[in-house]
């Protein structure tokens, strides 16, 4: 797989809490989306780690496609 896998045309509205790390999917292929569980084993892909600075609601890409991964830039919209 050389692209990720579009997991939603639509961000992810998640609470995160100030301080803790979320491992954002950027496979695509993950059951738990946004978040890994593991699918990238044996392809190029790697989780992205978000660190919250402060608690309340992110919109982490669904596309798999923003630029500013792993929160939503609009990307789908154009897909």
Known sequence: MSSPKCAQK????IEVEAGKSYWWCACGESKKQPFCDGSHKGTAFVPTEYKAEKTGQVWFCGCKAAV????????????
């Open 68 to 79: 500013s991964a792993p929160l939503c830039d609009g990307t789908h919209k154009t897909l």
């Open 10 to 13: 639509a961000p992810y509205p």
